[in-house]
């Protein structure tokens, strides 16, 4: 540690004390609130039957539309570091709306497009098939916000995969194919997964997209943190205070997978080499 | 400015950097600290400069205290392993620096730092690039922008922390030479940090040998090569063959000998010989104490023929002239005779063993 | 050319893949940008500028904008303190403040408000204390500041700490070693070198600011023409299905989030080339 350089006492006070009082003291209200019930009350307002089924619909919205990202994030990664293209760099920017367009205005319009009247749900309709107003709609909408992170966490790392290492592969014969699975995709596995993680991980806290797109019937298609919010308003704060309890431990369990993931990513070849 | 360091130790965590250092640079003197990485030359250099603390011990400057002066209030100049110089600054604004940051009463006047800056970028005959950024610069102007910058204070000691380390053969030669004659003309103490030998002995007055964060021997660069106190510092410094003493009975009775005269050869105990390649005569035919041994490879590399050879499983390397190789005229396979001129022994070390003591 | 690269797919491939990626693009994230405009003009350019000269949507711009310039300056004296200590000093607990900073991006937003409901709310911790000083936080713009503090603190230090992590502290030891005092370093050596960094995380943090729904919902109480942030009022018109007006306002934000990408891919490359620029530098003994 550096003596000569100034500053540590005062920044790091400053960090401390700005992060207690914004974070840290919030949170233990939340707690202390939550330590007025008992285990068994916790328990049984944490698991109502509508709570159970915002969990299934919050949870199972969250991870279709991350698999879903998975899939074509890896094709989107892949086309913007791999191939070229007339207006690349403007494509390439233009992934990163969802982070920039306020989630309202994605849910009032995704709502409107899937509608049976919208553009898109014109076209589905007919056949059958009903987006907006129905889980399906939580899919799309949380599909659309959290596309970024998995491209944004994939690009760098198909950059870095050495030509060298794929062309050694194509003279030893493999076909491209195989080079793909075998080679490319290993390589490029823990950056997919960490990318599905953080998708998923902000796919289930969302609110702002989905509950114009969701319908928000009870039991059907109403996602936790409207549950909280419908408790909330009930002024049932204990029961709201449960719920949260629920969605901030899955936060840290995320945070602390992503983590995990983040070091293991950089770390699983580390232990081999010696 | 003289420097005095007493008894200064450092540790970090668990590390030892430093372990009661104890060193006097006189007025002037140009010295370098040499070792390998992780001998703690380079916090040695931090701490004198403060931008490190020591755990224990004083640093005194002109006889006076200076340990727990801050690093702006020391006059020093220090010259970083990678320059660091201001990058979104351009080179007359990275050495006018260190005036411009001066208490308003201090400050000279604008002329005055102009005509300052333009004299040392003119001392370091770099003029011409005032108004480049740090990154249109070669290797070696940064080097010299660097020093210029600390020059521009007016230190009364310049340290420097591998000043040379990032530079390419050529260039690195051009500045040792330039380096050596502006410390002359500054008239200032000068301290840097290598751990390329060659370096050390060419340009300094004087050599500090560290290892382990211990000093193993301070000298004249001729002290350190031809008298090296230790086996580390015979081995750090140029090539040298190591011979257990036990195994080649011939040797160890030149060693003993020579062993009176400075090595420290434990009573009874495992000793090792050192020799220098070039220390060794090779004769066709059998010496009185004459090491047997075959000849291996013969290299000629410019002015020196290297030569290797087998005795029993060990490894022997001797240095000749040309022309003592062509009046040899060995061949591969050929039986030999080694007599070494000095030999220096010294009580085995351990990790010296565990190599096997195997020559360089 | 018969010619192809080892490392290649058949060109066939390449072109399904590049129509996949821009087709999905363009589905997914083109249309509703489209959509927004062309819903907000549905009913013509004349009722598109009615709809948002309208006081209560005047007035919900405004209020976003000022919770926005209130909460940066917040958010930038945070960042660069939390990445000076932990970019430049060593301690204990360092790994846990970083995990704490990222926090908030952890955090559903709905739960984040609810926070500052149990605190400050009328039955919250705080609630009697402030009620007896008729001060107000929840339902009213000190809460709605509050809560979007929150949501944004991480990204200046997120920005900042890698940034100052690579730039290393060498400079600034030597500014310090030239004689620099703190300010001096920090104005003339530190802000300079980070700079952009600094303005990156302050565009993702404004836009985040300006957009935040969740968090702020929660805790605004919805009072028309006074707690209303954009992104609120945006819901109150479309929930009344006042569809012109929703989307006017929404093309607003959206305009927004257009500026905040162009703006965001220019501070992206010059970042860009400012770390090629050192890498170049790099003398070729250190990039070994």
């Known amino acids: 540690m550096s003596r000569v350089l100034p500053g540590f006492g005062l920044s790091l006070g400053y960090t401390l004390v700005y992060l207690s009082l914004l974070v840290l003291i919030p949170l233990g209200g939340l707690v202390l609130k939550a330590g007025t019930l008992t285990l068994a009350e916790f328990w049984q307002i944490a698991t109502t039957e509508q709570a159970m089924a915002s969990y299934r619909v919050t949870f199972g919205a969250s991870f279709a539309a991350a698999v879903i990202n998975a899939f074509f994030g890896l094709i989107v990664a892949w086309v913007l570091v791999r191939y070229p293209f007339p207006g690349k760099s403007l494509v390439d920017a233009f992934v990163d709306l969802p982070f920039a367009l306020p989630t309202a205005v994605a849910g009032i319009t995704l709502a409107t497009l899937y509608a049976g009247n919208g553009w898109i749900g014109r076209h589905l309709e007919p056949l059958g098939i009903k987006v907006a107003y129905t889980p399906y709609g939580i899919v799309v909408a949380l599909a659309f916000v959290t596309l970024p992170f998995i491209v944004r966490t994939l690009q760098p790392v198909i950059e870095d995969i050495e030509p060298e290492v794929e062309e050694a592969a194509a003279s030893l014969g493999a076909s491209r194919w195989l080079t793909f699975t075998r080679i490319i995709l290993p390589a490029i596995f823990p950056a997919l997964l960490t990318g599905f993680t953080l998708a998923f991980s902000r796919a289930i806290g969302e609110f702002g997209s989905v509950i114009f797109i969701a319908g928000n019937l009870p039991m059907v298609s109403e996602i936790t943190p409207l549950l909280i919010i419908a ?16 969605m901030l431990v899955i936060s840290f369990v995320m945070l602390l997978t992503i983590n995990a993931l983040q070091w293991w990513a950089a770390n699983r070849h580390k232990g081999r080499a010696a | 400015m003289s420097i005095s360091i007493q008894n200064i130790s450092k540790r970090f965590g668990s590390f030892v950097a430093l372990d009661g250092i104890n060193l006097d640079i006189p007025t002037g003197e140009l010295v370098a600290l040499l070792g390998p990485s992780g001998c703690g030359k380079t916090t040695l250099l931090r701490i004198i400069a403060g931008m490190e603390t020591a755990d224990a011990g004083e640093v005194l400057f002109s006889g006076r205290e200076a340990t727990h002066l801050h690093a702006r209030d020391r006059n020093v100049g220090f ?8 990058r979104h600054m351009t080179v007359f604004e990275n050495v006018a620096f260190g005036l411009r940051v001066k208490p308003r009463k201090e400050r000279p006047a604008e002329a005055e730092i102009k005509k300052r800056v333009m004299d040392l970028l003119g001392l370091v005959q770099l003029d011409w690039l005032a108004e480049r950024y740090p990154s249109q610069l070669s290797g070696g102007q940064r080097q010299r922008i660097a020093l210029a910058r600390a020059l521009a204070v007016e230190p009364k000691v310049l340290l420097l922390d591998e000043p040379f380390g990032a530079l390419d053969t050529k260039v690195r030669k051009e500045l040792r030479r330039w380096l050596r004659r502006l410390h002359d003309e500054m008239h200032i103490s000068s301290v840097f940090v290598t751990h390329d030998q060659e370096e050390a002995l060419e340009v300094a007055d004087r050599v500090v040998v560290m290892n382990h964060g211990r000093i193993e021997q301070i000298g004249s660069p001729d002290e350190v090569y031809s008298n090296p106190a230790s086996p ?27 062993a009176a005269a400075g090595g420290e050869s434990g009573e009874g105990g495992e000793t090792l010989a050192f020799v220098r390649p070039h220390e060794i005569d090779i004769e066709r035919g059998p010496v009185a104490g004459g090491l047997e041994a075959e000849v291996q490879d013969v290299h000629p590399i410019g002015p020196v023929v290297r030569v290797e050879l087998a005795h029993a499983s060990e490894l022997i390397e001797v240095e000749l002239t040309r022309e ?17 001129r000095q030999v220096k022994v010294f009580a085995a070390p351990e990790y010296l063993l565990e190599d096997g003591g195997s020559g360089i | 050319m018969s010619f192809r690269r080892a ?45 948002l000269v309208e006081p209560e949507t005047r007035h919900a711009v405004l209020l976003s904008l000022l919770i926005a310039l209130i909460v940066l300056p917040f958010n930038v004296l945070f960042g660069v303190a939390a990445a000076w200590a932990i970019a430049r000093f060593d301690f204990k607990g360092k790994s846990l403040l970083i995990t704490l900073i990222d926090l908030p991006f952890a955090v559903s937003p709905v739960v984040a408000g609810m926070l500052f409901i149990l605190l400050f709310g009328a039955r919250g911790w705080f609630g009697p204390w402030l009620s007896e ?151 070729p003994e250190k990039t070994q």
């Open chain 2, 232 to 258: 580390f510092v015979y081995q750090f410094l140029g090539n040298v063959n190591v011979f257990h003493s036990r195994v080649h009975g011939a040797w160890a009775e030149v060693g003993r000998d020579e």
């Open chain 3, 7 to 51: 490392n290649a797919e058949p060109r066939w491939v390449r072109l399904l893949l590049t129509a996949v990626a821009l087709g999905f693009l363009a589905l997914f994230l083109g249309l509703p940008l489209l959509a927004v405009f062309v819903e907000a003009l549905a009913a013509g350019v004349p009722a598109y500028l009615a709809a």
């Open chain 2, 324 to 340: 003592r190789a062509d009046a040899l005229g060995l061949a591969k396979g050929q039986h030999v005779w080694l007599k070494p």
């Open chain 3, 133 to 283: 000083h008729d001060f107000r936080i929840i339902f009213a713009v000190p809460g709605m500041l509050i809560a979007t503090l929150f949501i944004t603190f991480p990204f200046v230090a997120r920005e900042l700490i890698p940034l100052m992590q690579t730039q290393g502290k060498d400079e600034e030891e030597a500014a310090v070693s030239l004689g620099a005092s703190g300010w001096q370093m920090f104005w003339r050596v530190t802000l300079p070198n980070i700079k952009w960094g600094l303005l990156y995380g302050v565009i993702l943090a404004n836009a985040r600011a300006l957009g935040e729904f969740g968090a702020v919902s929660v805790v605004s109480g919805h009072i028309r023409g006074e707690t209303n942030t954009l992104p609120l009022h945006v819901e109150i018109l479309y929930n009344e299905y006042n569809a012109v007006g929703a989307f006017a306002a929404a093309s607003v934000l959206a305009l927004l989030a257009l500026v905040t990408l162009v703006a965001k891919t220019i501070v992206e490359w010059r970042m860009h080339k400012e770390t090629q620029m050192l890498e170049a530098d790099l003398p």
């Open chain 1, 231 to 246: 408790k909330l308003e009930q002024q049932d704060v204990v029961g709201a205070t449960a719920l949260a309890v629920v």
């Open chain 2, 79 to 86: 010259v970083f392993q990678h320059y660091a110089l201001f």
